[in-house]
């Protein structure tokens, strides 16, 4: 792992440094969150905008459901904030599913140009931060950021039927279900609740893990090597934030990833959101949580509002994806991984 | 980027000090209860047939339908899942297990259709226990052809 060389240099220009790009008109003015009945008992329960009663939602099967909760989100966060749809310029969004069809399907009904985004449950962190970069370039006034994920629709595409039984290994990880709607603007005016500094899209890692079992492991390398490489290039440390926060690496995965950053000389304590989604002590998600939704549930219902109460003055987030299929773990390939780090300011620090 | 074989090598180390060990004898144990569990409630099956008249042959297909259609009814409720999830092999090797993973795609899959989603996925898991254990049967069947074995009664 020491061995890595940081990205090719690029020529630094006002906007960026080395592979970060650098913002000044990024601001997060609202989000709206949608968590199942799973996370609703976790310990962030209380701090999502809406909790599903079921995995359904009066929906007829578990894609719909998840369609439906990305919709959800939307009209939320357009009541949150007193917009119409059509104060978007565009939508940003993506999720687990074959051919991102929750996403795709949510957006058919919102009107709005739509790009969808696949890196698993890195898709988060891309999503922001290519909003960040078209407001702050000034192609986009305000865009709408969202991802989704649910565990039965993940399972039947994943691994097995619902309601198949099998036991898992320690090291296994839960999808989480909900969705999450963020909106990225240019100019905040009041209402800014944070500012999106600087966004570093990762290299894609593969230590040769094949296990999907593994996820945490598989994904380690790739969220120390995005957060080696943004923190080098904004040349900050540990002490320059109150939180470093990794996607999904779980209780696996979180060791791990500090042990390889503690070889490039980054001595980080990590927190991480598949382990703070859920309670591993009273619920049975194993090492904890996964999905694209994690880091987006815990970003709207942990980070964004310490950002806004004054709790953190900046803050790092390093959402973390494997790129495999079910085709290709059966093929015996390994298991790719990337991770994507955003730096996020309170607009009192700005 | 792929790391190298010594990279490689050198995380699988990392790896061995970092992951898990499933908890193996707590495992067994509950593999060992609750396979056993369901293996005396099918002798209670067993012997109240046979008290009934049934001859031993019929009494054990009897338990048998009587065991798949448990392992059925305990997936269409939900529950069956949650067993293996806590007995693992315990809940999965007798003929309940095998019922569940028939039961369950037909469920899963039912949202597909009748033709393309029940009827072509019901076997994605017992496919292959059907297939090699057909396999299997051929083959020894083979062997009794082959060597003039006496065939078993």
Redesign the interface.
Known sequence: MPEVATAAPAQPTQRRNGATLLFEHAHVTGAASIAGPVEGRGPLGGHFDELAPDQLMGQRSWERAESHLLARAFSRLCDRLHLQKGDFDLLLAGDLLNQTVASAFAARDLDLPFCGLYNACATFAEALGLAAALCDAGFCRRVAVGTSSHHEAAERQYRFPTEFGSQRPPSAQWTATGAVMVAVESAAAQRAEARITAFTPGRVIDYGVKDPFQMGAAMAPAAADTLAIHLGDLRRGASDYGVIYTGDLARVGVPLCEELLRARGYDLRLHDCGTELFDPEHQDVHAGGSGAACSALVFAARLLPGLRGGDYGRICLCSTGSLHSTTTYQQGESIPAVAHALTLEATSAG | ???DDK??A???Q??RR??????VAR?TLLAFLVGGSICAVSQIFMNTYLRHGLSPEKAGALTAVTVVFIGAAL??L?L??????????G??LPIS?FS??V???A???R?EGWVLGVGARIF??AGPVVTFGLLASILIGAGYLVFHLPLPR
């Open positions: 980027m792929q790391a990279q490689q050198h995380y699988r990392l790896l970092h992951v898990p060990r499933p908890p495992n997936t269409a939900g069956y899942d949650e067993i293996v999830r806590v007995a693992g092999m809940g999965s297990g569940n993973s039961v369950a795609p469920m899963e899959f949202r994605t898991i």
